[in-house]
């Protein structure tokens, strides 16, 4: 069986909000682990003890998940051996150009490479030689083999849900309206349109209801990298 060879980027310094908001956390073994809560802004009165390592939550060990918890550097409270210590945000393991066209090979997937980034393609087919036979979607141009020296990458699709032919269009509100906007990432209410809030207008962030701006919200969230 061939080993899978991972490329990782420069690893995340842990970030204490990101960990909270739900993003995983790397421990100093390399394993996989999730900070669930800050019991400082959880309970009122807590024991001494409990204020020394206030972060919870659990990290993976193979099929196991056990509960744990840390400081608020990510220092664990299983401090003789360290291995538990959170050293960083997770990052999945970057895919070589070849598993990523197995990969879209197998699930029918499109794919662009480095080399020409605006063209999506398809993988047809897979050589006895192991090399990966690639197309354009719309099957104008002849097959060719792909370049495994370039990098590849899958194409983001839109989630169904978040089809912008479907989004609300934002609306130009008159002296005296009430409106929901975006600012910040968060949804904001204004009760009254008066000339101070026209770049709201002009940038068009004025919705007539919150769901409105909700689903502008979502689909932004969605296409973040």
């Known amino acids: 069986m061939s080993a899978f ?3 990782r980027k420069k690893m995340k310094e842990f970030n204490l909000k990101a960990a909270l908001n739900g993003e995983p956390v790397m421990l ?4 996989k682990a999730v900070v669930k809560y800050n019991l400082l802004n959880e309970v009122e009165k807590l024991e001494v003890r409990d204020t020394v390592y206030p972060l919870i939550g659990y990290r993976f060990d193979g099929i196991y998940i056990n509960t744990t918890s840390w400081n608020l550097t990510g220092k664990s409270v299983h401090w003789a051996t360290m291995e538990y210590d959170i050293i960083g945000m997770w990052e999945d393991p970057k895919l070589t150009s070849e ?3 197995e990969k879209a090979c197998n699930e029918d997937l499109l794919v662009l ?3 020409n980034p605006d063209l999506p393609l398809k993988v047809i ?3 006895k030689n192991g090399e990966f036979v690639m197309q354009p979607e719309d099957g104008i141009i002849q097959p060719w083999l792909a370049n495994l020296t370039m990098e590849w990458f899958f194409v983001k699709k839109l989630d169904p849900k978040f089809d912008t032919s479907t989004l609300p ?3 130009k509100p008159h002296i005296g309206d009430e409106f929901f906007y975006l600012s910040d990432g968060v949804i904001r209410y204004f009760s009254f ?3 101070c809030a026209a770049n709201l207008m002009i940038n068009g962030q004025c919705f007539r209801t919150k769901e409105d701006a ?3 919200l979502d689909f932004m969230k969605s296409m973040m990298e």
Request: with cysteine.
């Open 5 to 7: 060879c991972f490329r």
């Open 28 to 31: 100093r073994n390399g394993g």
């Open 99 to 101: 598993q990523v066209l």
């Open 113 to 115: 490479c480095d080399g």
């Open 125 to 127: 087919a897979k050589t």
């Open 169 to 171: 269009k934002p609306f």
């Open 193 to 195: 349109y008066a000339d």
């Open 214 to 216: 909700q689903k502008w």
